[in-house]
């Protein structure tokens, strides 16, 4: 699923990246790890998948919902947990935008675009 002549890094030195956004845009880290995943996503999914493996986004997941497994489904990122809920962008239990406004998560288009396009200046 990798584009052609797109040498993707190894998802660990994608963190660095995500950390700097959120303190850049003084938003929680777990958003910035949000956009990072679908911002990988479409470039690599094993990439996007072993970026889930770390970071403040795993940590608000594992805390909130528990442990989960990584897939690709119908070409988008889809989370299934252990209790049996799923999260996707659609056809899931809960969706991202669902998740975040629970837990009162400004989960806001304008910021996540500013987001996404700090990382393409950054070259990704």
């Known amino acids: 699923m990798k584009k052609p002549g797109n040498k993707m890094k190894p998802a660990a030195a994608y963190y660095e990246m995500s950390l700097l956004a959120a303190a850049h845009f003084n938003v929680q880290p777990f958003l910035a790890d949000y956009v990072m995943v679908h911002t990988l996503f479409p470039l690599c999914y094993d990439t ?17 919902l528990g442990h989960f497994r990584v897939t690709d489904e ?22 991202w935008t669902e998740f975040f406004a629970g837990g009162s998560v400004p989960f806001e288009g304008p910021i996540l675009n500013k987001i996404r396009a700090q990382y393409k200046d950054w070259g990704l």
């Not at 996007?48 to 909130?64: D, F, I, P, S």
């Not at 119908?74 to 969706?95: K, M, P």
């Open 74 to 95: 119908r070409r988008q990122l889809y989370l299934s947990f252990e209790n049996g809920y799923t999260l996707a962008h659609f056809n899931s239990d809960i969706t």
């Open 48 to 64: 996007a998948a072993h970026y889930m493996e770390k970071g403040a986004l795993r940590r608000l997941l594992l805390n909130t």
